[in-house]
T-cell receptor, first 114, second 113 residues
């Protein structure tokens, strides 16, 4: 049981390049999330998807787009990368619909924009 | 709104010392509360949770009690080990659409032999 799988694990981009971070979960969860983690800032929600077919902005959505491809997959796209997007990105999933279910996290993608 | 405030780090303790990491929250509605742990280079893992007032979550010697009157969920461990060195995040979730999670900024713990 793999849980939440993110690819790639590491990536270096040049300013202005685009890329897509992939995330898949095998727990049949309804809700999926993208966070970024920066020193001293904790985890900040970029986008989330409450259920298949829906997506909503989180705290820091600017510069990002997402696609909930199906129930398993939730991708994050950077259309034109900027140095301010250098961060560690985490995908997470949860059963959703209940406040007492926890989130499960992937291993993270460490992105550097130069 | 919803937010979590946890004590600033880093925290350095000697092995077998007592650990407390403070966490307070504000929430609309009735939240569930969580502690997550992140080891170097890894994602976050659930350490423990509590879903209603006065509940105590516990795991691996760690404990935290949901205190609604003080809006707190402090993490404690009676005797820390070197292997407990990690970053600890307090979090809450609400019953809003999508079950959003709100995280504190994290507290780095280093345990020295």
């Amino acid at each position: 049981n793999a849980g939440v799988t993110q690819t790639p694990k590491f990536q270096v981009l040049k300013t202005g390049q685009s890329m897509t971070l992939q995330c898949a979960q095998d727990m049949n969860h309804n809700s999926m999330y993208w966070y970024r983690q920066d020193p001293g800032m904790g985890l900040r929600l970029i986008y989330y998807s409450a259920s298949e077919g829906t997506t909503d902005k989180g705290e820091v959505p600017n510069g990002y787009n997402v696609s909930r491809l199906n129930k398993r997959e939730f991708s994050l796209r950077l259309e034109s990368a900027a140095p301010s997007q250098t961060s560690v990105y985490f995908c997470a999933s949860s059963d959703g619909g209940h406040r007492y279910t926890e989130a499960f996290f992937g291993q993270g993608t460490r992105l550097t924009v130069v | 709104g919803n937010s979590v405030t946890q004590m600033e780090g880093p925290v350095t303790l000697s092995e077998e010392a007592f650990l407390t990491i403070n966490c307070t929250y504000t929430a609309t509605g009735y939240p569930s509360l969580f502690w997550y742990v992140q080891y170097p280079g890894e994602g976050l893992q659930l350490l423990l949770k509590a879903t209603k007032a006065d509940d105590k979550g516990s795991n691996k010697g760690f404990e935290a009690t949901y205190r609604k009157e003080t809006t707190s969920f402090h993490l404690e461990k009676g005797s820390v080990q070197v292997s407990d060195s990690a970053v600890y995040f307090c979090a809450l979730s609400t019953s809003t659409t999508g079950n959003q999670f709100y995280f504190g900024t994290g507290t780095s713990l280093t345990v020295i032999p």
